[in-house]
């Protein structure tokens, strides 16, 4: 969820968490939509809830949508409550995608009605509940967690050679979009329209750390 990608798959829709590298001095205090997100496209696509506490996307047979964070980081913690598509998600996807850039994902393929969504971490998780999904990156490891309970965990191996993500600021980024040609069994299940409109829920924003660049001191 944090970091460059999450994804959110169902019926062809990606969800996807992007956050840039970010240097902070702790910074807790609980996100809104409406202070720390922009939309990236199809607003009209994009509903406000309570205020800007919570939000859905929707995805139609005209578009997806999708936003970003309007700050970038070096390091911290970002965590959202993300409620799935819940029945028959076949050949949808979130997610938002840079070649050039670090990424950090999370991503749900969904599927058939009565089948588990499939995180790209091999957990399951049904969309009927709103979870927690968080992504913790400091210089040492970057820890995935889904409700609290870390699932992945991905260390600093940059002395045996192996690239590590700790130059580059990131921003948080999330997109629902139909991905049927390739996201459900490679595409062999597609999205049923007749189902559409498809919505995924968000809410609880809470980003640990202050916007930074490349230059700003440790503090995670």
């Not at 992504?135 to 820890?143: A, L, P, R, S």
């Amino acid at each position: 969820m944090f970091l460059q990608s999450l994804s959110l798959r169902k019926a062809g829709v990606f969800l996807f968490f992007y956050f840039l590298a970010f240097s902070l001095h702790v910074s807790a205090r609980p996100a809104t939509f409406l202070q720390d997100f922009r939309v990236t496209w199809a607003d009209s696509h994009i509903r406000k809830i309570d205020g800007g506490r919570s939000i859905q996307l929707v995805l139609d047979q005209y578009s997806g949508c999708g936003f970003a964070s309007k700050a970038k980081y070096l390091f911290g913690r970002v965590s959202m409550r993300i409620k799935l598509i819940p029945g028959d998600s076949a050949g949808t996807m979130n997610s938002d995608t840079d070649s050039v850039r670090d990424e950090l994902d999370f991503e749900f393929l969904g599927n058939r009605t009565g089948q588990p969504y499939t995180v790209q971490t091999n957990v399951f998780a049904h969309g009927k509940d709103y979870h927690l999904y968080t992504i913790f990156w400091n210089h040492q490891h970057i820890v995935f967690y889904v409700d609290d309970v870390p699932i992945r965990v991905y260390k600093n191996n940059e002395a045996r050679g192996i690239p590590f993500p700790k130059l580059q600021p990131m921003g948080v980024y999330s997109t629902l979009w139909e991905a049927d040609d390739w996201a459900t069994r490679g595409g062999l299940e597609k999205i049923n329209w007749s189902r559409a409109p498809f919505y995924a829920y968000y809410k609880d924003f809470d980003i640990e750390g202050m916007p930074g660049s490349r230059t700003s001191n440790l503090c995670f």
